[in-house]
């Protein structure tokens, strides 16, 4: 099945300041994005997988990037190459969503073995390989194929949104 995507990160601040006869402005833009074609190879991607989630107070759970996803259509995702990963954390949320740090057969090649990335409540997180980056985030079956999500406590239960786009050799 054919796979178009477009992936974009971006961010925009402007600080102004104050002076006698007007003001000054400073405006800061970084922006990247990679539009991906259907394959395998350098600028492609032909997986997709998306979902919303909830884990429960004090819970976690091991996405298995490389054989238990289910996409929309059905049909079971074996990630060998993430291009693209963006998760965003319920702005109702009361705990934190936490990201990485799976003790066995992590995916250590975005964050190594034992890097976090913590999204407080609203809170969203992304990256994207290059078009020309025909590698991405590698994934290994059964040995490096594990991405944690946790909840950060025991009150409440979170909700999260995630969208991995990769390939499949």
């Not at 693209?84 to 705990?95: E, Q, R, Y």
């Not at 079956?141 to 990769?166: C, H």
């Amino acid at each position: 099945m054919p796979l178009s995507s477009s992936l974009a990160l971006s961010a925009f601040a402007e600080q102004t300041s104050a002076l006698d006869l007007g003001s000054a402005k400073a405006p800061f833009r970084l922006q990247r994005s990679v539009s991906l074609g259907s394959g395998t190879g350098a600028g492609q991607a032909d997986l997709v997988w998306s979902d919303r989630r909830t884990i429960a107070a004090s819970g976690t759970e091991d996405l298995d990037l490389a054989g238990s996803l289910v996409d929309a259509f059905g049909a079971t995702v074996t990630f060998v190459r993430i291009k693209g990963l963006f998760i965003a954390a319920s702005a109702d949320n009361t705990n934190d969503v936490v990201i990485g740090g799976d003790a066995s057969s992590a995916w250590a090649t975005l964050l190594n073995a034992a890097g976090t990335i913590t999204l407080r409540p609203g809170a969203a997180c992304g990256f994207l390989a290059g078009d020309a980056d025909d590698t991405g985030y590698a994934v290994t079956a059964g040995t490096g194929d594990l991405l944690q999500v946790a909840n950060s406590g025991g009150s409440t239960g979170v909700d999260y949104d995630i969208l991995i786009v990769g390939a499949s050799a």
